[in-house]
């Protein structure tokens, strides 16, 4: 099987928060920034896996601050950690105030997402590895996640 660094899967995406895309408080919609999210996960785990993929879950979303208009966004993304069909994917958002050069991180999220075949079926993705300090604690402490994942999961089948 082959295997792949951290870095071949890194994605990397700008977008300028529009007045449509905020609140009332001209900040961005949480669920605008979940979607960019999805979109740059998928991305990256197709990157990956050469292959088609759909979201299994989205594990965490924290958002740190907000994004107002005029911001730009930056959202990076990485596969940090492989099962046999499934991929972990990192991914930060910050915002970027253009005017006052100012800028600070408002979303970091974990998805998971499946290499899937023609007809939707899970297929093998590469092994990944990880190079750099930061990548190497992603990868360390995903088991712990992935573990955390089952557990959620067993405890919602069992008391639904």
């Known amino acids: ?57 989205i594990d965490s979303v924290d958002f740190l601050s907000s994004a107002k208009v005029g911001d730009s966004l930056t959202l990076e993304a990485c596969v940090t ?26 979303t970091e999220s974990f998805l998971t997402m499946v290499a899937v075949n023609e007809d939707g079926q899970p297929i093998q993705v590469p092994q990944v590895y990880p190079e750099s300090e930061e990548e190497k604690l992603l990868h360390t402490t995903a088991p712990a996640r992935k573990e955390n994942r089952k557990r959620r999961n067993a405890y919602k089948h069992n008391t639904i």
């Not at 990192?90 to 005017?99: N, T």
């Open 1 to 57: 099987m082959i295997k792949k660094s951290v870095s071949d899967s890194k994605t990397v995406q700008t977008r300028l928060v529009m007045p449509p895309d905020t609140n009332h408080l001209n900040t961005i919609f949480g669920g605008k920034v979940l979607a960019y999210i999805d979109e740059i996960a998928a991305l990256t785990a197709m990157k990956h896996a050469n292959s088609a993929v759909v979201t299994a879950s």
């Open 81 to 106: 950690y492989t099962g046999t069909s499934s991929m972990e994917v990192y991914v930060k958002v910050s915002a970027h105030d253009l005017i006052k050069n100012e800028k600070k991180l408002t």
